[in-house]
């Protein structure tokens, strides 16, 4: 049976991580004794993720906003994943960094269990992945535009990123969308991956009414779709605050490159997207009380063409006012209404 290597080698830089250690520290003195500074659970969830996750925490650890804490919930990782979670939190406390055990369903189930657990406790919620790099501001913009929103209301940060590959250099950035977020959106696009999410409680309240059964496609479209039908605001910040890492165990990578267009093209020819549409639809069904009676005359709209046949589905389809961001998006949209593939 082969030895396990040392954690230590696993970090990265030596003098990088123990730079990072007094760092962490005097933040979270300072963040005892500052008034009125909320609080950002961050919610991370790892698989498998020992080769860019040490790199993940040290660009926490370096974020303007000083007072966060990590609840790491691991789906099973075979690798060094935990031990490198534990070391980090040997270094930084338990204050900073808990470490549990995620359902073992993937992703989306790993996340939307976090946002649901009662014991965490904070005044905003962050979605982090495990082999990102977030730009220091990232937690300081999003904090900054959530507390212009009245607490009782639900409200979603997300933000365009900066695409590097695996040894974190530019390689582009994502799609810059520029038309307003909203329901009608929603339907039919997630704008914002979750790896630069950011929420206020009452959107958070939202999920854990909904469930962490939900049913939805993925966690970062479901809280987009969920917080505009309820009534929420949401924010899309044209500032890159994430490096998403490309690389080749990617769950979810971005819609750039030719080869990704191609294959969200074959994968709506062969009614993949009709089916997480139908998903989505369900899963709102569940939470139809909760929805604005607009919302719910849209998705109804909605709904309703989507069971027509060609003319009167493409009529409905217009008068329920559903977009996506893009031109491209939009003649995609157009194509899965005319073959019946939405």
């Not at 995620?102 to 649901?116: D, Q, V, Y």
Request: hydrophobic share 40%.
């Amino acid at each position: 049976m082969a030895l396990r290597r040392p954690v230590s080698e696993l970090i990265g830089p030596w003098e990088e991580f123990r730079r990072i250690i007094p760092l962490v520290s005097l933040k979270s003195l300072l963040a005892e004794h500052a008034v009125g500074v909320p609080k950002v659970a961050i919610l991370m969830c790892t698989m498998q993720g020992q080769r860019f996750l040490a790199e993940q925490l040290n660009s926490i650890a370096t974020q303007s906003h000083p007072r966060w804490a990590i609840w790491a919930s691991d789906d099973g990782s075979a690798d060094y994943t935990h031990e490198i979670l534990e070391y980090y939190q040997a270094h930084w406390g338990v204050d900073r960094i808990s470490i549990h055990e995620g359902p073992a369903e993937g992703s989306t189930a790993n996340f939307l269990s976090l946002t649901c657990r009662a014991d965490i406790d904070a005044d905003y919620f962050a979605y982090a992945d495990q082999d990102d790099v977030w730009e220091a501001d990232k937690l300081e913009r999003a904090v900054a535009w959530l507390e212009s929103v009245p607490p009782d209301v639900p409200a979603l940060y997300g933000s365009r990123t900066l695409l590097v590959d695996a040894r974190n250099q530019h390689i582009g950035y994502s799609t810059l969308f520029e038309h307003a977020p909203g329901f009608r959106n929603a339907l039919v696009q997630s704008i914002a991956g979750g790896n630069t999410m950011v929420f206020n409680r009452a959107a958070r309240d939202l999920l854990r009414r909904a469930g962490e059964d939900a049913g939805a496609v993925t966690h970062d479209w479901w809280a987009y779709m969920l917080v505009s039908a309820c009534g929420g605001r949401v924010h899309y910040d044209p500032y890159p605050t994430v490096r998403y890492r490309q690389h080749e165990r990617n769950q979810f990578g971005s819609n750039r490159s030719l080869r990704a267009q191609l294959d969200r093209l074959r994968q709506l020819l062969q009614g993949r997207f009709r089916d997480w549409v139908d998903l989505n639809l369900a899963a709102l069904g569940r939470v139809r009380p909760l929805m604005t009676p607009e919302s719910r005359q849209i998705l109804d709209e909605f709904a309703s063409a989507r069971r027509r046949a060609l003319v009167p589905r493409l009529l409905g389809l217009r008068r329920a006012g559903i977009y996506r961001q893009t031109l491209l998006g939009n003649l995609g949209l157009a194509m899965a209404a005319l073959i019946n593939r939405l």
